[in-house]
């Protein structure tokens, strides 16, 4: 890939790679599936690349050699031009090796950038891998303990994010800025546990499943796969290979470094589990209680 500063390299127009989006909510394993992909020597899988809130932009592809510009063209770039941020530093020109690339795309960043999310829904050519958690008691607890202590994922340092941050400083800089704590954050959730309430969990239930069902019909017309969380921990290499082979792309043999930040039982991690588990019982939802991490 070549490019020098931000809005230099021509977006392609030989349509020789499949571009496709991660659609999913916060806590679903979207870290996760996007590392697993940008792990094929035939996948560039950018991170929250239109992530509005953070002051930097997350690029986080760390087998590519990609010479990024610096940050505040990036960003400049972004906020004068999203749509032509998306098709110049995202969509842009690849070597003939690859064959898809995306980025990871979380519901709410659809408010932040005007135009992208329409571009987006209008390019019918766009795949969709919709990224899902059945489990929302985990999901939610996955999201309280990340807000309690300030960390939202585990990222060891590898030799290729090492030789990657030797290339271009600006990236590790990002990186410790997106990995920052909180100075007042505890490191690990409160000793007697994190509480959610009957009512907390309803309305999260709800919103879930409304947010899902939304996108579902948004991206209707889209080329689009269901991925679940659960079936990545469980039937990995399947999810891979179906995922590849969604993206057109040869099957690898995929990796991931992250690892999982909570995987206790509800029971350690709620201080209510029992109020809580009594009132679900008999629901459909009753069997989330007894599911690991």
């Known amino acids: 890939m070549t490019s020098t500063s931000a809005g230099a390299r021509t977006p392609s127009t030989s349509g020789n790679y499949v571009r496709f989006i991660i659609l999913s909510g916060p806590r679903t394993g979207s870290n996760m599936l996007a590392e697993a992909l940008n792990s094929s020597p035939s996948v560039r ?51 003939d090796g690859i064959r898809a690339v995306g980025f990871k795309y979380h519901y709410g ?12 829904v209008k390019d019918e050519s766009i795949r969709v891998v919709h990224l899902k958690r059945r489990n929302r008691l985990r999901t939610l607890l996955s999201l ?38 909180r100075p007042d954050a505890p490191t690990t959730v409160p000793e007697h546990g994190l509480t959610i309430s009957h009512q907390e ?11 899902e069902s939304h996108f579902e019909e948004v991206f209707a017309q889209h080329p689009s796969m269901t991925v679940y969380y659960e079936d990545i921990l469980h039937e990995r290499d399947v999810v891979y290979e179906s995922t590849q082979s969604f993206l ?14 909570h995987p206790e039982p ?13 009132a679900f019982k008999g629901t459909k939802y009753a069997a989330w209680f007894e599911e690991e991490g």
């Open 45 to 95: 899988c950018f991170h929250e690349v239109l992530n509005f809130v953070q002051d930097f932009i997350m690029y986080d592809v760390y087998n590519a050699d990609r010479a990024e510009g610096s940050a505040e063209d990036d960003m400049a770039f972004r906020e004068r031009d999203p749509i032509g941020f998306l098709e110049q530093r995202i969509f842009g020109e690849y070597p």
């Open 248 to 261: 057109d792309v040869e099957a690898y043999s995929l990796s991931v470094t992250l690892t999982k930040q």
């Open 201 to 211: 969990l309803d309305e999260f239930i709800i919103s879930a499943e409304m947010t």
């Open 109 to 120: 960043q659809i408010w932040g950038l005007p135009g992208v999310f329409d571009h987006i």
């Open 266 to 278: 509800a029971r350690q991690l709620l201080s209510n589990f029992e109020e809580l588990h009594s």
């Open 144 to 181: 309280k303990a990340a807000r309690e202590t300030g960390r939202w994922m585990e990222v060891p340092m590898t030799p290729a994010r090492a030789l990657g941050a030797l290339r271009h400083p600006s990236r590790l800089v990002r990186k410790v800025a997106e990995l920052a704590r």
